[in-house]
Structures are given as C-alpha cells and as structure tokens.
C-alpha cells in the first residue's frame, strides 16, 4: 500500500522515495495438466447434463466449456475471462480485449480461428451478438459475470467427475486448479516455438506483452516448469 502510494505521489511530481519490494524464495510449483487430462477435462465440460442441476447458475453447462477453451487458448486469468463483455469481443478480427486485468494492464489478445468459430456460436445461441454491454458468463439471476469462486466450484466438480487431484499436496503446490489452464498455454507455447525452430529467448518478450506480466522474469519462470512437463 505504502508503494503505491508513493508511486502515486511520483506521478502527480512530489518527489517521494519508492521502497524497493524485497526478495522472496519462489518455490510455488503449479500443477500441470497432461494432455489426457487436458482431453478428459474438455469431454466433461462438453456433457451439458452435468449441470442443468444447478440452481444458481442455470446455464453453467453452456458456460464452461467456454470459459476453459479461452483460458487455455488465450492464457487469460479468470478474472479477465469472466469480465469479457460482448463489446470487448471482435469476432471479425478474431480478438479479446481485456480491460479489467492484473495491475489495470490492458491488453488485446488474437484466439486460433477455430475458438473464434466456438465463440461466434456461443454469442449467436445466447442471443447477445448485438448487445455490447452484456457480459459473455452472465448469472442469469442478476446479470453480473458468476464470481471467480463459483466458477472454481464449477470446474471442481469437473476434477471431481475426471478424477484428477494432487494426492499429499505440499504448501508450494497449488494443485489443479482454473489458473493451471494458463501455465499450460504458455507451456505450450514453448512447446510450439521449439518446434518451429525458434530461440526460446526472443519468445518470451512476446509471450510476456501477450500474458500480460509486469516483466520478462515473471515470464521466464514458465520455462522452468516446461522443462519438467
């Protein structure tokens, strides 16, 4: 708090010293989907039945399959996948605009022509095409994006259906979770520079404009854990 205001000073040009952030270990380790899991994951959320039960979010088994494939095709935080508006969609182009991010980081990111193609159909069936201002994962009930925590108990219950845990999960570990979804794009991402012959070091500034982080080392990190995947 004490930096961010002083870095507010700074800006308004009261000179005011900005303390530097210390040092941490970082040994969070994520979990990370294998492609079995990846499939089997896809193959719940696509079974509707799962969830036309559930009473406060009734049309969560529409809403799920794609809030995953634009979490795992677009690396998006859930954050900024739930506060999608239909207004922040460009189906033309094949693009998502995230305003509400990390850090107020705003950020346009391309989708494969493929989720384009999902997504188009999603927005037609919903009947929001024309409507700017509705959000993409509506509550039905009050028509405010559902909350982060309810779409965490949502994609649980897929982990619970596909039987895929972390037995004797440490502290650092995070276990499977909706924010995996994102180290495995960049995972993959790596995966697919390699494989088209590109130096892993001129991919991370892209992969980091595109992520939205605050720097290349923040990006860099993922390299570690797509050497162990």
Do not use: W
Request: some cysteine.
């Amino acid at each position: 708090v004490v930096r961010l205001f002083t870095e507010y000073l700074a800006t308004c040009g009261i000179h005011a010293h900005i303390p530097c952030v210390p040092k941490v270990r970082d040994d969070y380790i994520p979990y990370i989907f294998s492609d079995a899991e990846m499939s089997a994951i896809f193959l719940t959320a696509d079974s509707a039945k799962r969830y036309t039960r559930d009473r406060k979010t009734t049309n969560s088994q529409v809403l799920m399959p794609i809030i995953l494939r634009i979490m795992y095709g677009c690396g998006t935080r859930i954050g900024e996948t739930l506060a999608l508006t239909m207004g922040d969609v460009d189906l033309e182009n094949g693009t998502l605009s995230l305003k509400k991010t990390k850090r107020s980081k705003e950020r346009m990111v391309p989708m494969h022509p493929n989720l384009t193609k999902v997504l188009a159909d999603y927005c037609m069936a919903l009947k929001i095409i024309s409507c700017p201002d509705r959000y993409l994962f509506e509550n039905q009930e009050n028509g405010k994006p559902i909350s982060e925590r309810r779409a965490q108990y949502l994609f649980d219950r897929l982990l619970n259906e596909t039987e895929i845990e972390l037995p004797g999960r440490q502290k650092h570990e995070r276990g499977p979770c909706l924010h995996c979804l994102r180290h495995r794009f960049a995972i993959d991402s790596f995966i697919q520079a390699e494989q088209n012959r590109q130096c892993l070091d001129d991919a991370v500034p892209y992969l980091s404009i595109y992520l939205g982080h605050d720097s290349l080392e923040e990006t860099q990190k993922y390299l570690k854990f797509s050497a162990r995947s």
